[in-house]
């Protein structure tokens, strides 16, 4: 199955790289190409990709808030966006994520590592790693700017098994490591995990995350 891809930046040579390098690989394929945020939301839009590869700092519209965009959008729920950019601090990655991306890779990573992530993000994973290590994240996602004591509610609806998956799953951990962790079989973490995340309301492993850390059933102290 062929992972379709919209590629946004304001850099033509940057999309010519990138776009470059995501067509050599057999099962990834550029279905459109954004150079500002706003061609980037109607791209999705018109094309239906499987991911957006997004850059932050585009003119007319920037990425973060292009991604909320098609996060928000109920036509775009199969939709994916990996943030891809220079801009590797601390605080973007905590923006990135809360805008709904589901990953967040420098520029600086190479073809192989980029195809991953696309395949990665495909899936409905989440990329909290590498050059963004998770480290920052859990750190920034734990300060006290978390959202309002109606958020924690959510944890009501988990049974006590879903919310320590969940907070396994913000630690990093995949699903074969849970399932040793808890003695549990991959399939069985698989389904506790997929009604979380529809308890939740969470689009991926990504919001998952976002969750467990605004919620405090995770803290960046462990």
């Given at each position: 199955m062929?992972?379709?891809?919209v590629l946004a930046d304001d850099q033509t040579l940057i999309r010519a790289g990138v776009s470059s390098l995501i067509d050599a690989a057999d099962d990834l394929e550029v279905v459109g190409e954004a150079a500002n945020g706003v061609e980037a939301v109607e791209l999705a839009r018109s094309t239906?990709?499987?991911?957006?590869?997004?850059d932050i700092r585009m003119p007319e519209?920037?990425?973060l808030e292009a991604t909320r965009r098609i996060v928000a959008d109920d036509g775009l729920a199969g939709v994916r966006v990996l943030v891809l950019t220079t801009f590797e601090v601390d605080e973007y990655v905590l923006r990135a994520l809360r805008a709904g991306a589901?990953?967040?890779l420098g520029k600086g990573v190479g073809p192989r590592e980029l195809a991953d992530a696309i395949r990665l993000v495909a899936r409905g994973d989440a990329l909290l790693s590498p050059t963004a290590t998770r480290g920052l994240i859990t750190r920034f996602l734990a300060r006290p700017d978390r959202t309002d004591g109606a958020v924690p509610e959510?944890?009501?609806?988990?049974?006590q098994r879903e919310r320590e998956i969940v907070a396994l799953v913000a630690?990093?951990?995949s699903n074969d490591e849970i399932a040793e962790r808890l003695f549990l079989a991959e399939s069985t973490v698989k389904t506790h995990l997929k009604r979380s995340m529809a308890k939740l309301g969470a689009r991926d492993r990504a919001q998952v995350v976002v969750i467990a850390f605004q919620t405090g059933l995770v803290t960046a102290s462990g």
């Open positions: 062929t992972v379709r891809v239906r990709p499987d991911v957006v590869v997004m519209l920037d990425g589901s990953g967040f959510l944890l009501k609806v988990l049974t630690t990093g951990m």
